[in-house]
């Protein structure tokens, strides 16, 4: 009555009248409980039963690093550098444990009831990471070693399920050969050595041992040597490298979810920008114009450079890994966006106050009563205290308003006659204007951290979010250079095109470089990042290399024509999709998923 095989169970159905797709279409076709991940080859040639695409559950698992990504973003403020470092280190803890996932689930993963029980304390754990990031602060003043803890014991558990999963099928493998033994075996061990590691932390991180900083290093480190070991032993061992397996959808896969993830916070970004305080400024429109285009030649730049052949195992390797910088420099134009141009706006809003109240105090001279109706009719115009973030803030504002307004002669002519160099206003109003600026961040959803002065934290924020935008530019481009680069080949035809994509992304990090320079010099620094220009330059510099891929394309088909030797008859026959990233109209046979199949 019931199925309780351990393998597939197709041959038994087909012999009794019922083939598999006959059950499927009656919706009544049975899970295998678990399936060999070899195909039922006779001798010890043994092939994986490798598929070129992913199915639902697979791309169900990555909606779990995404949310953890959005999540992490939403609630982690990038004020200075321990919080850059803090965003940068658990996103390699999540890339580097989805990538294990990845690696294992493209050569060995077939869907049965044992890998849905599998993909079950994934997602499990993953939920585990969303907990730990809500205080993921290593080194800062405010850390939360229980938090620590608890990550020790999830990278613990699932190295052990990882374990267990090449143990599965090490068991297959030994069922018919020995060839493999050695690198599975190796495997395991080397998982179940790192997942000790990774629990003899535990007691590191208790409640009597401080921000234990001299021990944080150590995930990262364990996480590098178990990327070397498990690329390694596959690069040594072909029969278990990533040739012909889905490898290259997935890692494309995550990388529109990692650039659409940046489409979330562009609604944020209205939101905050455009909002009720902000309205429809043809500025606003443009700034989200600039971050909406950001996006979409990041999405070129990646997608229409998809390799259409095989190029090299070893090169593979190197290939898949390049994506751990490509995506981090991809999370970080894509939020630094959002932030330059919250900063703008934070800016904006701040210089139209200075400007309201230069007007009501040194030319209008208001004083008392009618300087306190002043101060608050221009804080209460910003509606901070209509916004949950900033209410107790604006509150605050308001009081000292009131405190402030009791003074007399403050905006006296005598007061104001003689104010020192750029000062807008008398330095009464120095308190007043500073915790406005705290209000002003809070509204954009910054979180303040206790006891920090408000315009120091401006100050420092607005230089991290200055040259980890610049500096993820800078690596975004490199990335993007790197992986063209690995996937030439000496059939390649169109070497004018692939040497021009390569220049134009050098040239692009190189302009990175020194825009982020200026962060040297104080006052050029406070200058641009005032300015709305910052978005519009980076979109123009990447229209720019995308200007050039189009033009080293040209040219490469031209060349192709004139070598051909008639114009007019071959010219129409060589089709873009010959020179990458040209027409995705091609048939599906010649899909760039299946390139590691040639």
């Not at 019931?2 to 899970?31: M, Q, R, V, W, Y």
């Not at 309201?356 to 101060?375: F, S």
Request: proline fraction near 3%.
């Amino acid at each position: 009555m019931f199925d309780f095989s351990l393998t597939n169970t197709e041959d038994g159905l087909e012999d009794h009248g019922l083939s598999p797709k006959e059950l499927a279409e009656h919706k009544i076709d049975l899970l295998p409980w678990i399936v060999s991940p070899f195909k039922d080859n006779r001798g010890e040639d043994l092939t994986l039963e490798l598929r070129h695409e992913s199915n639902n559950l697979e791309l169900f698992f990555d909606l779990f690093f995404i949310a953890n990504l959005s999540t992490f973003t939403s609630t982690h403020s990038i004020v200075d550098k321990n919080t850059l470092v803090a965003y940068i280190g658990l996103f390699a803890i999540l890339w580097f444990t989805w990538f294990q996932i990845t690696l294992h689930d493209v050569r060995f993963s077939i869907d049965s009831v044992y890998e849905r029980v599998c993909k079950v304390i994934q997602f499990v754990i993953f939920v585990g990471f969303a907990f730990v990031g809500s205080e993921f602060n290593p080194g800062g003043k405010e850390h939360n070693n229980t938090n620590f803890r608890v990550l020790c014991i999830l990278l613990f558990a699932s190295r052990c399920l990882f374990a267990i999963q090449y143990g599965i099928a090490l068991y297959f493998i030994k069922t018919k050969t020995k060839a493999l033994t050695l690198p599975i075996s190796l495997t395991i061990t080397s998982l179940v050595l790192i997942a000790g590691s990774f629990y003899s932390m535990v007691p590191a991180f208790s409640p009597s041992s401080g921000n234990g900083l001299g021990i944080y290093y150590v995930w990262y480190i364990i996480l590098a040597v178990e990327f070397g070991l498990i690329i390694g032993l596959s690069t040594i061992w072909r029969q278990l490298s990533f040739k012909k397996t889905h490898l290259m959808e997935r890692m494309g896969l995550l990388t529109l979810m990692v650039i659409g993830e940046g489409a979330i916070g562009v609604t944020k970004t209205i939101a905050k920008v455009m909002g009720k305080t902000g309205g429809l400024t043809v500025e606003g429109c443009g700034l989200v114009i600039c971050i909406v285009l950001i996006m979409v030649f990041l999405w070129m730049f990646y997608f229409d450079n998809h390799p259409n052949h095989h190029y090299g195992t070893i090169r593979q390797q190197f290939w898949a890994g390049l994506h751990f910088p490509l995506h981090i420099g991809i999370v970080g134009v894509v939020e630094g966006s959002q932030q330059i141009a919250l900063t703008r706006q934070i800016f904006k809003m701040f210089s139209e106050v200075e400007d309201q109240i230069h007007r009501i105090c040194v030319i209008q001279h208001l004083d008392g009563t009618a300087l306190a109706n002043a101060l608050t009719t221009i804080v209460k115009s910003m509606k901070l205290e209509e916004k949950l973030e900033s209410k107790d803030q604006a509150s605050l504002v308001l009081s000292e308003v009131v405190a402030l307004s009791n003074q007399t002669g403050i905006c006296s002519e005598a007061n104001t006659a003689n104010l020192s160099g750029l000062a807008k206003f008398p330095a009464d109003f120095n308190n007043v204007m500073i915790d406005l600026l705290g209000a002003i961040f809070q509204s954009t959803g910054i979180k303040l951290p206790s006891g920090v002065d408000p315009s120091e934290l401006a100050r420092s924020t607005f230089l991290t979010v200055y040259i980890y935008f610049w500096g993820s530019v800078f690596t975004t481009m490199v990335s993007f250079a790197a992986l063209f680069w690995l996937t030439k080949h000496k059939e390649q035809r169109a070497v004018f095109f692939e040497h021009m994509a390569i220049g134009a992304r050098i040239a692009a990090a190189l302009v990175a470089a020194v825009f982020g320079a200026i962060a040297a010099s104080q006052t050029g620094l406070y200058y641009y990042i005032k300015s709305p220009g910052i978005l519009p330059t980076v979109a123009g510099l990447f229209f720019l290399v995308v200007c050039a891929d189009r033009v080293g394309r040209q040219i490469s088909v031209r060349r192709l024509r004139q070598e051909s030797g008639n114009r007019e008859a071959e010219g129409p026959g060589i089709k873009m999709g010959k020179v990458r990233g040209g027409s995705h109209s091609e048939g599906r046979g010649n899909s760039p998923w299946t390139a590691f199949g040639d």
